[in-house]
């Protein structure tokens, strides 16, 4: 095997332009906010943060050549502040010499610490360096404001299935970077299930293709043949027992047993797709939606159990979440249910849409005005015992309900201080508590 070939498979595939680049058409589409940045040569400092393999770090390469500018490539996690200040002292040196752009490509850039991030500000801010940072982080709680305030953000998507699926049809036939060069013959359900299992990480699914490829005895007519079950071991999980209809369909079979509150049925589903192979965190992603959907109110605890059976699936992993799991889905399904969350977060919705004379009373601003409005002066709360009567909403909006408690489970409990604070009346009509 050549040194080429030991880089990874993901590796030497990696895109260099627009045309082998897959996914993110939110971000990269024809006239979409970086496509025209692109274009004009106008690109600035970014940050790219989303899930693992679906093309951060690509993409900034990509950029930076279209760009024609000097490409410095650090990470977080081995990088300190003195290689910082190397790449912006070359950075320096070769605008004032040649005029050229330089683009600092940092990985994992939430790693950096508030040192780190120091050091490159008089630099973003003065020209000298551009950066492109890439995180699998949310960059808003994970890096410093100083550095997420001088930069674009841009939020990566799973790559979907489809475009997963063209990737591993690329590297299979590619004979100078993919495995061309190799006699195989993949099973079209083989391919499938791993653009379908690889949840969107391109990474994953290339160098389970690749392991599946290396790993497997050549046959006798001199093919090496990889089905379904051999490329389900190469990723490490087990190959779906259904197809995709019926993995879509248990899947809603299962939200609305929850919202039934049929606790066997939801058992049944949430282990019949567990015993078909696919992933516990959406199972445990579905009950965290329902707790406030479905849930809300009546039973807030249904929220927490919700997320610690995620936490759990994502720290014990299976088979021992399946535990929590299940102990998460009989209390979901025996809670009693409101939908008045849902019912107001859409409510809300449509009037900070819609809304536009939506000013805040005087006595509510920052800096209130002198001027007597007839809203009077602030009264806190809690020298008045912890609550008192006065306008919180807007003039126009003043008289808006959204929040309607249910007489289900604890929420019922809500309906006398509602109607005591406010003179709320529950409305009584079936289609008024509908979402």
């Not at 040196?93 to 120091?118: I, N, P, V």
């Not at 841009?154 to 590297?171: C, G, I, P, Y």
């Not at 929220?303 to 979440?321: F, I, Q, S, T, V």
């Not at 009077?376 to 808006?400: A, E, F, I, S, V």
Request: hydrophobic letters at 35%; a neutral charge.
């Amino acid at each position: 095997m050549s040194m080429e070939q030991r880089i990874p498979l993901a590796e030497r595939m990696r895109a260099t332009n627009f045309d082998e680049f897959v996914g993110q058409e939110h971000i990269v589409g024809k006239n979409k906010l970086l496509y025209r940045a692109i274009s004009t040569g106008s690109v600035g400092s970014c940050i790219f943060y989303g899930p693992p393999g679906t093309g951060k770090t690509t993409l900034a390469g990509i950029i930076a050549k279209m760009l024609h500018a000097n490409i410095e490539k650090l990470n977080a996690v081995s990088s300190g502040v003195a290689d910082a200040k190397a790449v912006i002292e070359k950075a320096r040196s070769l605008k004032q010499m040649f005029g050229q752009d330089t683009y600092l490509l940092l990985d994992e850039c939430h790693r950096w610490s508030k040192a780190q991030s120091d050091c490159v500000l008089q630099a973003i801010e003065e020209g000298d360096i551009y950066f492109i940072g890439s995180t699998t982080e949310n960059p808003y709680t994970s890096m410093t404001r100083a550095i997420v305030s001088r930069c674009s953000v841009f939020e990566f998507k799973k790559v979907s299935e489809k475009d997963v699926e063209k990737v591993l049809r690329r590297a299979i036939s590619d004979k100078e970077k993919g495995l061309g060069n190799f006699k195989t013959q993949i099973e079209d359900d083989a391919l499938k299930f791993l653009a379908f299992a690889c949840n969107g990480d391109v990474r994953t699914a290339l160098n389970s293709l690749e392991l599946a490829v290396l790993s497997t005895k050549i046959g006798k007519d001199k093919i090496i043949h990889i089905d379904k079950e051999t490329m389900a071991e190469c990723l490490n999980r087990r190959p779906l027992s259904i197809d995709e209809n019926m993995y879509y369909d248990y899947l809603s079979a299962f939200c609305k047993s929850l919202r039934g509150s049929d606790t066997e049925a939801a058992l049944y589903y949430a282990h019949r797709l567990l015993k078909a192979g696919i992933d516990p965190l959406i199972i445990a992603r579905r009950m965290i939606a329902h707790a406030s959907e479905d849930i809300g109110m009546a039973d807030s605890n249904a929220l927490l159990m919700a997320c610690c059976a995620m936490y759990a699936c994502e720290k014990n992993g299976p088979p021992e979440c399946y535990l929590n799991l299940s102990h998460a889905i009989i209390y979901l399904c025996e809670a009693e249910k409101s939908n008045s969350v849902l019912v107001a977060m859409h409510r809300a919705q449509q009037d900070a849409e819609n809304e536009r004379e939506d000013i805040v009373p005087n006595h509510l601003k920052n800096h209130p005005s002198t001027n007597k409005d007839g809203h009077g002066k602030y009264k806190y709360p809690h020298d008045y015992g912890g609550y008192c009567k006065q306008q919180y909403m807007p003039d126009k909006l003043k008289d808006r309900v959204y929040y309607e408690p249910s007489e289900n489970g604890r929420e019922k409990n809500l309906i006398r201080k509602k109607f005591a604070k406010n003179g709320f009346v529950p409305k009584s009509k079936p289609e008024d508590r509908r979402g």
